[in-house]
């Protein structure tokens, strides 16, 4: 049986070896390995998927992008550069024109002119901000011809000769000598003159209007009139009659968009023991709006009024036998406005950003009453009230026979009797003024003697107007610049920060009004620039303010960045690698192709 297995065993193993050889290449075929060849051209089908994917995302990047772009309305960036960097190497001049007027005085006028300048140059301080350019003529009036210096002049040339005479200032009516010198000098906007008369009683006054008069004796020297004559000109219309020639920032009492809001109080500190009321409307028509008028161009003033009751005062009182009263001293005021129970509050329109000053009178409770307000040399004050910087002021008012209780009623409602009323009214009048800056006195004190100042009705004279409204001018300007200046460092360091329409327009219009408060300064037409330069500090303030850019002052690119990578990064970055992926497998795949293609070629 094993022999007869074997032979068919062998016998095929040599069938199957003569079998099994691989048929014969033919000697054109190139050899071919499918690692590194291949014989079809690879397809794009994949690969315009793969792209179409990734170029559907490329194609919505931009729609992405301008769902989320931030609205900047185009501001003028080099207008506002321009004006800081003119407002900060350019001094701002005002123009002004000096007319000294000498009658009765047998001097040269050129002399007399430059004697002037040397004593006005040694009291002209140089401020960095505002300056005042201002010219000098002087006129000697002979009575039958005149002499003028410099003979140019329109200003002293339009002076005529024998207008004024020493007989105008034989009375001592001053309100007559004003009124007749405001007829002879007309009171330009930037002009002030001032008189210096040979007379028989010696006198100095200030009007109120733009001009000044010195009644000297026949003996007097010129030089000293010279003296005074600087001196009234630069310490009084120009300085306005202060120790320091500006109103320190801090110190003008006028809001951020040109506002003030005066706010009148009449506190009733006990109404058991009595209640009072006053007729307003009647001392607003007679003293406010007058003053409120003046200063329109100032500041825009709005007032206010209101009654209130149970207001006890902070600080404490002691009675003083000699006096018969009870006193408060200096030293209590800041403890004398009581914020826990006076509950000034004013009306919505008083909001933002304007500024209020509270006005109050006080009226004491019985059992403190008389109150009266004794100074730091133990005399009593004659308007016993006292003011607080940028705050306001305070008048105690005893009632009449306040000690004599049975003589009110505590359920009867009594009335202020109007001259007490107007009393008051002209001393808050006199604080406000000197919220201002300005002496609520009417007498300045120089170095060359005593000013007497003529008061107006309208509570600030012409020349206090002016100085005003050049300061104003001033400091609103350069507050103007800083603000617009600010604004466009903040706008162009955060791309991200919305800039609407509103914004731009607010700012190109306090440009313009800068501008056009610059050239009317310039012109010295002071009553308009002040109303420019109000109008360009209120627009400037409320673009650097509006609501839009406090909300999104912080939102920045990379905020914006973290908001929507969580979405939108994990499949890009997938899609991304995928294109990269099939780009690479298709150019290797064609590589493949390239190497077959090349090596057929080669054998044939």
Same mark, same amino acid.
């Given at each position: 049986?094993?022999?007869?297995?074997?032979?068919?065993?062998?016998?095929?193993?040599?069938?199957?070896?003569?079998?099994?050889?691989?048929?014969?290449?033919?000697?054109?075929?190139?050899?071919?390995?499918?690692?590194?060849?291949?014989?079809?051209?690879?397809?794009?089908?994949?690969?315009?998927?793969?792209?179409?994917?990734?170029?559907?995302?490329?194609?919505?990047?931009?729609?992405?992008?301008?769902?989320?772009?931030?609205?900047?309305?185009?501001?003028?960036?080099?207008?506002?550069?321009?004006?800081?960097?003119?407002?900060?190497?350019?001094?701002?001049?005002?123009?002004?024109?000096?007319?000294?007027?000498?009658?009765?005085?047998?001097?040269?006028?050129?002399?007399?002119?430059?004697?002037?300048?040397?004593?006005?140059?040694?009291?002209?301080?140089?401020?960095?901000?505002?300056?005042?350019?201002?010219?000098?003529?002087?006129?000697?009036?002979?009575?039958?011809?005149?002499?003028?210096?410099?003979?140019?002049?329109?200003?002293?040339?339009?002076?005529?000769?024998?207008?004024?005479?020493?007989?105008?200032?034989?009375?001592?009516?001053?309100?007559?000598?004003?009124?007749?010198?405001?007829?002879?000098?007309?009171?330009?906007?930037?002009?002030?003159?001032?008189?210096?008369?040979?007379?028989?009683?010696?006198?100095?006054?200030?009007?109120?209007?733009?001009?000044?008069?010195?009644?000297?004796?026949?003996?007097?020297?010129?030089?000293?009139?010279?003296?005074?004559?600087?001196?009234?000109?630069?310490?009084?219309?120009?300085?306005?009659?202060?120790?320091?020639?500006?109103?320190?920032?801090?110190?003008?009492?006028?809001?951020?968009?040109?506002?003030?809001?005066?706010?009148?109080?009449?506190?009733?500190?006990?109404?058991?023991?009595?209640?009072?009321?006053?007729?307003?409307?009647?001392?607003?028509?007679?003293?406010?709006?007058?003053?409120?008028?003046?200063?329109?161009?100032?500041?825009?003033?709005?007032?206010?009024?209101?009654?209130?009751?149970?207001?006890?005062?902070?600080?404490?009182?002691?009675?003083?036998?000699?006096?018969?009263?009870?006193?408060?001293?200096?030293?209590?005021?800041?403890?004398?406005?009581?914020?826990?129970?006076?509950?000034?509050?004013?009306?919505?329109?008083?909001?933002?950003?304007?500024?209020?000053?509270?006005?109050?009178?006080?009226?004491?409770?019985?059992?403190?009453?008389?109150?009266?307000?004794?100074?730091?040399?133990?005399?009593?004050?004659?308007?016993?009230?006292?003011?607080?910087?940028?705050?306001?002021?305070?008048?105690?008012?005893?009632?009449?026979?306040?000690?004599?209780?049975?003589?009110?009623?505590?359920? &009867?409602?009594?009335?202020?009797?109007?001259?007490?009323?107007?009393?008051?009214?002209?001393?808050?009048?006199?604080?406000?003024?000197?919220?201002?800056?300005?002496?609520?006195?009417?007498?300045?004190?120089? &170095?060359?003697?005593?000013?007497?100042?003529?008061?107006?009705?309208?509570?600030?004279?012409?020349?206090?107007?002016?100085?005003?409204?050049?300061?104003?001018?001033?400091?609103?300007?350069?507050?103007? &610049?800083?603000?617009?200046?600010?604004?466009?460092?903040?706008?162009?360091?955060?791309?991200?920060?919305?800039?609407?329409?509103?914004?731009?327009?607010?700012?190109?219009?306090?440009?313009?009004?800068?501008?056009?408060?610059?050239?009317?300064?310039?012109?010295?037409?002071?009553?308009?620039?002040?109303?420019?330069?109000?109008?360009?500090?209120?627009? &400037?303030?409320?673009?650097?303010?509006?609501?839009?850019?406090?909300?999104?002052?912080?939102?920045?690119?990379?905020?914006?960045?973290?908001?929507?990578?969580?979405?939108?990064?994990?499949?890009?970055?997938?899609?991304?690698?995928?294109?990269?992926?099939?780009?690479?497998?298709?150019?290797?795949?064609?590589?493949?192709?390239?190497?077959?293609?090349?090596?057929?070629?080669?054998?044939?």
């Amino acid at each position: 049986m094993a022999e007869i297995s074997e032979a068919p065993d062998s016998d095929s193993s040599k069938l199957l070896g003569s079998d099994s050889k691989a048929p014969q290449r033919p000697d054109s075929e190139p050899e071919f390995d499918p690692k590194l060849m291949r014989k079809t051209k690879p397809g794009l089908k994949r690969l315009f998927l793969t792209f179409s994917v990734l170029f559907s995302f490329l194609l919505g990047f931009p729609f992405l992008w301008k769902s989320v772009e931030i609205y900047r309305s185009p501001l003028p960036f080099r207008e506002i550069d321009s004006l800081s960097t003119q407002l900060r190497s350019d001094t701002l001049l005002f123009p002004l024109h000096f007319h000294a007027l000498f009658v009765g005085f047998d001097s040269d006028p050129d002399r007399l002119r430059w004697s002037i300048l040397s004593e006005i140059t040694k009291l002209t301080s140089q401020n960095p901000k505002c300056s005042d350019n201002y010219t000098l003529s002087v006129t000697v009036d002979l009575g039958s011809r005149c002499l003028r210096g410099p003979t140019s002049s329109p200003h002293s040339s339009s002076y005529q000769c024998g207008s004024v005479t020493g007989d105008d200032f034989v009375q001592n009516d001053d309100v007559v000598v004003d009124e007749r010198l405001a007829s002879v000098f007309g009171g330009k906007n930037n002009e002030y003159s001032m008189a210096v008369v040979k007379g028989v009683s010696e006198r100095a006054v200030v009007g109120k209007y733009r001009h000044a008069w010195i009644v000297v004796g026949d003996g007097s020297d010129v030089e000293m009139a010279v003296v005074k004559v600087a001196e009234v000109l630069i310490k009084v219309f120009i300085n306005g009659g202060r120790e320091e020639g500006l109103i320190r920032n801090e110190f003008m009492p006028v809001g951020a968009d040109g506002k003030i809001v005066l706010s009148f109080n009449l506190l009733n500190a006990d109404p058991h023991d009595w209640v009072y009321d006053w007729d307003f409307e009647k001392i607003d028509d007679t003293l406010l709006t007058p003053m409120i008028e003046a200063l329109g161009t100032v500041a825009n003033i709005s007032v206010e009024s209101q009654v209130l009751y149970h207001t006890p005062k902070a600080s404490f009182s002691y009675w003083n036998q000699k006096l018969e009263s009870y006193v408060f001293s200096t030293k209590d005021l800041p403890f004398f406005v009581n914020s826990n129970e006076w509950h000034l509050d004013t009306s919505i329109a008083a909001g933002g950003r304007s500024k209020i000053l509270q006005f109050a009178v006080y009226v004491p409770s019985a059992k403190e009453c008389p109150l009266l307000l004794q100074l730091p040399n133990g005399e009593i004050s004659k308007t016993n009230g006292f003011i607080s910087p940028m705050w306001g002021g305070v008048i105690v008012w005893n009632p009449q026979g306040c000690l004599k209780d049975s003589e009110f009623k505590p359920s &009867a409602k009594n009335i202020i009797p109007i001259q007490d009323l107007e009393n008051m009214f002209e001393v808050f009048i006199g604080q406000f003024r000197q919220l201002f800056g300005f002496k609520s006195l009417n007498v300045y004190t120089g &170095a060359s003697g005593d000013w007497n100042l003529l008061p107006s009705e309208r509570g600030f004279t012409e020349w206090e107007l002016d100085v005003l409204s050049r300061q104003h001018t001033c400091f609103n300007l350069h507050s103007c &610049a800083t603000t617009l200046g600010s604004l466009s460092r903040l706008v162009q360091s955060l791309p991200r920060m919305i800039i609407k329409d509103e914004i731009g327009k607010q700012v190109k219009l306090s440009l313009e009004a800068a501008k056009l408060a610059l050239s009317n300064a310039s012109s010295g037409v002071y009553e308009f620039s002040a109303a420019s330069s109000s109008q360009a500090r209120s627009l &400037a303030e409320d673009a650097f303010f509006h609501p839009s850019i406090m909300s999104v002052s912080y939102y920045s690119f990379e905020h914006c960045f973290a908001v929507y990578s969580p979405f939108f990064l994990p499949v890009s970055m997938h899609v991304v690698l995928a294109a990269l992926r099939e780009l690479r497998r298709y150019k290797q795949e064609k590589a493949k192709y390239l190497a077959w293609k090349a090596k057929a070629n080669t054998a044939t």
